[in-house]
């Protein structure tokens, strides 16, 4: 049976458990998250599903890999039938959206926020942090070791090439990769 198949089985039991545990406080359920990287299998993704589902907005059938981190958790929002391997990053303070059918492959980072650097008496680390949403249309392909940087835009059926770094607008139905990434292909 198909991890989405069991899902749709399952669905309501699952959402129940989520607002339930939508009742405790979010470093606890941070904690709990943060445990359960641990957990290999479909009980693991089963239980950070739930976990983040309680947090943020999540679509159903998602898979959370191990060890993903989330930063600033409350400004995400996930579609339905989309996956993030293991070991990726998000710091979403800026905000950030991913539609529904997207794969992001291990070891990915996707960042919302740029640090200035114009107020030369602190230090750059001190200096005002430049937010900016990061948006990613339905049926995108995010290769392993891929950075997203602030304010990117990926419109829909886009792959973008294994340890590339994006930054701006990516069209649709195109393959893209490198640093900066350019589209190589269309598709």
């Not at 981190?69 to 959206?97: P, W």
């Not at 960042?111 to 107020?119: A, C, I, L």
């Not at 290769?143 to 990516?170: P, Q």
């Not at 990769?177 to 350019?182: E, N, Q, T």
Request: aromatic content about 10%; glycine content about 10%.
């Amino acid at each position: 049976m198909k991890g989405r198949d069991v899902f749709n089985f399952f669905r309501f039991i699952i959402k129940l458990c989520s607002f339930f545990i939508g009742f405790l406080p979010n470093f606890l359920i941070i904690f709990l998250y943060d445990l359960s990287s641990v957990l290999p299998g479909r009980i693991g993704v089963l239980i950070r599903y739930i976990l983040i589902d309680s947090i943020c907005s999540l679509g159903d059938n998602v898979y959370i890999g191990r060890h993903v981190v989330f930063k600033n958790i409350n400004n995400i929002e996930i579609g339905s039938n989309t996956s993030i391997h293991d070991f990726c990053y998000l710091d979403a303070i800026g905000n950030i959206k991913i539609g529904n059918n997207v794969s992001i492959a291990h070891g990915s980072s996707l960042v919302s926020f740029e640090h200035g650097y114009k107020d030369v008496e602190q230090p750059i680390k001190y200096n005002k942090l430049k937010l900016s949403q990061i948006t990613i249309d339905d049926d995108v392909w995010v290769g392993c070791s891929v950075k997203i940087l602030s304010g990117c835009i990926i419109k829909k059926r886009t792959i973008i090439a294994a340890g590339a770094v994006v930054k701006g607008e990516l069209d649709s139905c195109g393959i893209y990769g490198g640093i900066p990434a350019k589209r190589i292909k269309d598709i």
